[in-house]
């Protein structure tokens, strides 16, 4: 199993390789291709690029939620490369307006495409229904999180549907499981419905450890006891391989740097392989 990080806020030093707000990676999981995220421009075309990956030849395309920093490259791939049997994973409520009021301005944060443009590139787009579907052998789609950690919402991130203006508890949101002979492999986008809800939701649906944790957990934006609460929480499970990087944040990041041997910054450019 292969783990390429194609877009990230930070990028390998020295390397070339580009960085922005967002996140992107490839995995290839026994000849089955893989794209989370998309950063939010075509940056991560240019990394993968570098990194001698095609993107021409993905099976799959997974939007982790509705924000520009995720899925704000769908239209750069889909315009530089054709598909003839690609299928676009998102969840429930993707496309309900999502927004921050700041300033007293309102600053939208959701994706540029619809359905309408998804259909003119031959792309079949799925929405995950159930809270954990394999989407190929080993390979699952999870959401509908167990809220039992007492997370709160951040009350800056808004959506808008049918139902009117609420905080946005992000139940759109979805990661991917994989099953590795070494443990299960866990992939996030931003992790907003919080990272251990998220993690108890791996352990209570699928009866094997967790190996490795790889993407956003976003706390860069958290009260300095909330954040070394969850940071403590995820040290403690011992998770033999944790490379969270994007929205994390650099206070985050040097903790556990400081605190935890097996955790790495997992940024554009980083290839991280999973042995069998």
């Known amino acids: 199993m292969i783990i390429s990080t194609l877009s990230d806020n930070n990028a390998l030093d020295e390397s070339g390789y580009k ?7 490839l995995i290839e999981y026994n000849g089955y291709k893989i794209l989370f995220d998309t950063g939010k421009s075509n940056l991560f075309l ?14 799959t395309l997974v939007i982790s939620h509705g924000h520009y ?3 704000g490259g769908v239209r750069a791939l889909l315009d530089r490369y054709s598909y003839q049997n690609l299928t676009l994973y998102t969840g429930k409520g993707f496309l309900d307006k999502k927004f921050v009021i700041e300033e007293g301005k309102e600053r939208y944060l959701g994706v540029d495409f619809d359905v309408h443009y998804l259909n003119k590139h031959n792309v079949i787009w799925k929405t995950v229904c159930s809270d954990t579907f394999m ?3 080993g390979v699952f789609l999870i959401t509908s999180f167990n809220h039992t950690h007492n997370e709160h919402f951040n009350p800056r991130f808004k959506i808008e549907n049918e139902e009117g203006v609420s905080i946005d508890h992000f139940k759109d949101e979805v990661s991917l499981v994989f099953d590795t002979p070494k443990g299960l492999v866990l992939i996030v986008g931003c992790s907003h419905p919080g ?3 998220m993690l108890a939701s791996v352990s209570d649906r699928f009866a094997r450890p967790l190996y490795a944790l790889l993407g956003g957990i976003h706390l860069y934006d958290a009260q300095d006891e909330v954040r070394r609460k969850v940071l403590d929480s ?3 499970l011992k998770i033999p391989l944790l490379g969270v990087s994007h929205c994390t944040g650099d206070k985050a990041a040097h903790y556990l740097k400081s605190h935890y041997p097996y955790y790495f910054l997992n940024c554009a450019g980083k290839v991280t392989e999973i042995l069998s």
């Open 234 to 236: 995820l040290i403690s």
């Open 135 to 137: 989407i190929h052998p």
């Open 46 to 59: 240019e990394n993968a690029t570098m990194m001698k990956k095609d993107l021409s030849k993905i099976d």
């Open 195 to 197: 990272i251990l809800p």
């Open 69 to 71: 920093d995720h899925g």
């Open 19 to 25: 960085s922005e707000h967002g996140f992107s990676t």
